[in-house]
């Protein structure tokens, strides 16, 4: 079945110490997106890549990157994780094209705790 | 800035019983939608509208694009105890922003 997938789904990692999270897709969708998502929140979009193009919320840290090498796969590296960074991060996609419906769908997560 | 406000943020319910929620936005939208969040889990897309006036149908869930464009309602009918669970609108048209929330549950 096309999915979205995301590795690890748990994550422990020091304060300060770098992480990456991973997102991979095979539903050839050309957006991919990064959510935050904090105990009892909605998700908070981080940022997002449309097909190669990269666009980053006004209100997203600079800790937090991306990398999107292929359409498969998006990643999410965060530089020097704070205690405030301990947080569900959830990847999405949808396939946008003009004058079409379109859906987003997201992957299970990665639960991350910083220690 | 943008925002969506959905209602309840919490309700607990008999089975058996229908529910119904509701999220309404400031600004106009070209697409609405529902997701059920189980806890620990990604949200899992449950109906998409895209149209003023759609009403939509998955099952016991209901969904309506508001003639305003500006809100939107989810109905289940008849719940069962794996309704339960975190259910958020989203609004937008490639990005989206989310509603904070209806909490549900269900007692047997």
């Known amino acids: 079945d096309a999915m979205v997938i995301q590795n690890p789904r748990y994550q422990v990692t020091q304060f300060g110490k770098p992480v990456t999270l991973s997102c991979s897709q095979t539903?050839?969708?050309?957006?991919m997106y990064w959510y935050q998502q904090k105990s009892s929140q909605a998700p908070k979009l981080l940022f997002h890549?449309?097909?190669?193009?990269?666009?980053n919320e006004a209100d997203t840290p600079d800790n937090f990157q991306s990398r999107r090498p292929n359409t498969s796969f998006c990643f999410l590296d965060i530089r020097s994780p704070g205690l405030g960074d301990a947080a569900m991060y959830l990847c999405?996609?949808?396939?946008?094209?003009?004058?079409?419906?379109?859906?987003?769908?997201f992957g299970p997560g990665t639960r991350l705790t910083v220690l | 800035g943008q925002q969506l406000n959905q209602s309840p943020q919490s309700m607990f319910i008999q089975e058996g019983e229908d529910v119904s929620m509701n999220c309404t936005s400031s600004?106009?939208?070209?697409?609405w939608l529902w997701y059920k969040q189980d806890p620990g889990e990604g949200p899992v897309l449950l109906i998409a509208?895209?149209?003023?006036?759609e009403l939509t149908s998955n099952g016991r869930l209901t969904a309506q694009f508001g003639i305003t464009r500006k809100d939107s309602f989810l109905n289940i009918s008849a719940s069962i105890p794996s309704d339960v669970g975190i259910y958020f609108c989203?609004?937008?048209?490639?990005?989206?922003?989310f509603g904070t929330g209806t909490r549900l549950k269900v007692l047997a």
């Open positions: 999405a996609t949808s396939r946008e094209v003009r004058g079409r419906r379109n859906e987003q769908f």
């Open positions: 539903l050839n969708h050309n957006v």
């Open positions: 890549y449309y097909d190669k193009d990269f666009n």
């Open positions: 600004s106009i939208f070209n697409t």
């Open positions: 509208l895209y149209k003023a006036g």
């Open positions: 989203a609004s937008g048209t490639y990005k989206y922003i």
